[in-house]
Structure formats: C-alpha cells, structure tokens
C-alpha cells in the first residue's frame, strides 16, 4: 500500500477516545502518515505532541456551554479554527490525501476542505447524531439528519461501527465499512479477578440515559459490592463525581488515558453499560462491550438492544430491564454465583480471540484505504 498523508479530525482531545487512537496508529504501523487535530475543550493538554508517531494539534475553544445553542455557535468556531489550521500546515508544505472526519460534528469543516485541496473524504459516523438528540432537542436532531443527508453527497466513504448502523448509512448511495470498536488482545489467556469485594467498572460516558445516578443508588445500598467510576468530562461527570461521595464503596477517578482501560476493566468482576431504549441505543455496541471480552469480564447490558442481543448469543454476560430492580438482581447475581461470573467471562474471552478483536477490524480500515484513492 502506498504512503497517504492523512488529516483526522475529532472533537475531543484525542486520548480520551480509544477508536480514534486505534485508527490512527494502525494507519501509522502500516506505513501511512497521520496528523490528528482535535478540541482541547478543557485546555488539560499540550497543545502539540506526538503519540505513537502521530502528530496531534490540539486547537481550544473554552468554557464550554451548557446550552447545545451555546455548543453549536462554540463548535463553528472551532470549525473554523481548524481550517485555519490547515491552511497554515498547506502554507508549510503539508499535502493531505485523505480527510478523515470522525462525527458528524467535524464533517463541516472536513468537507470545506476537501473542496480546498480536492482530497478525498472519509465519514467515521462513530454516532448518529440526529438519533442521539431526538428525545432531548428535536429541533436540532431534525437539522442533524438534514445537514448530515447534505454534507454525506461530498463523502468518499463511510466508515461505521455496526450493522443496524451499516444499514442506516446504506440509503446514502455511497460505499460503506464497518470497523467495529474491537480492542487489542493484549492478554493472552484468560484470568479470573482476584478481588475480596465484588467489583464493577465503569469507564465512559456518565448520563441518564446511560443509568445515571441510578446505578450509584444501586450499588450504594448493597453490600460487599464496590464500584469504579472514569469517563470524560461530559454529561453529568460532575453531578456524578458529587454524588458518588456519598457512598463509601464507590470510588470516583476522573478522566483516565485510554492505556489505563483495559488494565483497570480486567481488575474488576463484572463491567456494564446499560441504556435505555431510545434514539440510537438500540443499535449500538459500545465499547464497553469489546472492552469486557478481550479483558475476559462479563458484561451488563439492556435487553432489547443490539448489544444485548450480542450479550445473549455469545453467553458473555446478562441482559436487565432498564430499571433499578432488574439492574440490582444482575449485580447480585454475578456478586453470589463466582462460578457462573467466571463461566460468562471465559465465554467473553473466547468471542474476543476468535471474531471480536483489532487485528480482525483494522484489515478492514486499512482496505478502505487501500481502495479510496
């Protein structure tokens, strides 16, 4: 495959986000170069560094809104932060191939672009945002679906995470892969947790439609059950970090690297990601999912979903209700039966060597490369 200069754009600051990291380094292991620019929309990183041969340029609009009117006038500005960018990197000698958007939220500004310098691009829909938003904005998840129907005629290729999403963007006319979230097999058998006190993890995304705070009621009133908590700086993460003083078997970590996931899932018993029904949920599986098989955890996860219906073919965890009760007599269940906690995890682990892991997906983020120009 020949060399391609290659631009990723992404809305956040790059190490918090496992896939973008993947895409990325598997790009630069097979001989591509690859410059990310991303929003630093806290100013917590170095504005310019290299990690694993990636060169990442992190542009900062602050003091984020709380209104998603407030956000959108913010992300047009960074928007144009980033093209800015880009001509200078042009000015310097910089040439990009391929644009590769990730989100909806940078397709704007990555299809300026590619009528600028007439490069090719790519579309990597991780969500979609018009379903994301339905319940909670109509209106700007009526302008999402229209703007994305817009920007997507400008698009080479789509890159996606699943099938029912792989269906969605079919309607589009254009081609379509799907790399799913898979992680690395990092370890190469599977070992049970160790832990005196039944332990669950949760590294993501903290909101009510992802059960919080009610997971915290949950665990809060059980005993000889502790629960980890990391994730961005989105959502109710500080609702979440004040609230989990409450209790004192649940601990509270803040933002973690991406390096420090998989360590920390594999330390737990039990992992979850519990949604409700609405909007995009029903057909995701999220990275907590692949994050539990190649760690060789169980995972809780809501019946009716895509994810739970991946849950119960493979065996690798239980399906809940999205309710209190449902969710509580999961956590006790794998809390009093070890043998079946570690029957789950083995069947998680087997999924992750034999179909559900990075080396399988990166072939096909690399064909789409190999194909695009």
């Known amino acids: 495959m020949s060399e391609r200069n290659v631009l990723m754009i992404l809305s956040n600051p790059l190490l918090v986000d496992p896939r973008v990291h993947k895409e990325a380094k598997a790009l630069i292991e097979a001989g591509h170069r690859v410059t990310v620019i991303v929003w630093d929309r806290h100013g917590e990183y170095n504005e310019r560094e290299t990690v694993d041969g990636i060169e990442v340029i992190r542009l900062k609009i602050l003091k984020p809104s709380k209104s998603i009117y407030g956000n959108l006038i913010k992300t047009v500005l960074w ?3 980033v093209y800015k960018e880009v001509n200078k990197l042009f000015k310097d000698g910089h040439h990009f191939d391929i644009i590769h ?15 600028r310098f007439s490069s090719r691009l790519i579309y990597d829909a991780h969500e979609i945002f018009g379903y994301m938003l339905k319940d909670s904005n109509p209106i700007i998840s009526k302008f999402a679906f229209l703007i994305e129907r817009f920007l997507i005629r400008f698009v080479d290729h789509i890159i996606t995470i699943d099938e029912p999403f792989e269906e969605y963007f079919k309607v589009f006319g254009k081609p379509v892969t799907i790399v799913m979230n898979c992680k690395e ?16 993890v949760y590294i993501g995304l903290m909101s009510k439609n992802r059960f919080f705070p009610d997971i915290l009621d949950v665990v809060g009133g059980l005993k000889n059950v502790k629960l980890i908590l990391a994730g961005k700086k989105e959502g109710l993460f500080e609702e979440v970090k004040e609230y989990s003083k409450k209790f004192d078997n649940i601990e509270f970590l803040g933002t973690i690297p991406s390096s420090e996931i998989l360590p920390l899932t594999r330390k737990a018993d039990a992992t979850f990601i519990i949604t409700d029904l609405k909007g995009q949920h029903r057909m995701n599986v999220f990275n907590k999912q692949f994050e539990a098989m190649v760690c060789g955890r169980p995972i809780i996860v809501t019946k009716g979903t895509y994810a739970g219906k991946m849950t119960e073919e493979l065996k690798c ?7 209190k009760d449902s969710v509580r007599d999961a956590i006790i269940t794998l809390r009093d039966n070890p043998g079946l906690c570690r029957e789950l995890g083995k069947n998680a682990f087997k999924a992750a060597k034999e179909r559900y892991n990075w080396d399988i997906e990166k072939k096909n983020l690399l064909k789409v490369y190999e194909e695009i120009l």
């Open 79 to 81: 928007w144009r932060k």
């Open 317 to 323: 965890g239980l399906t809940v209700d999205y309710n």
């Open 185 to 200: 097999l990092i370890y190469d058998r599977y070992t049970p947790p160790n832990n005196d006190v039944f332990t669950l």
């Open 101 to 115: 958007c990730h989100d909806l939220d940078t397709l704007p500004v990555g299809v300026l672009l590619k009528k």
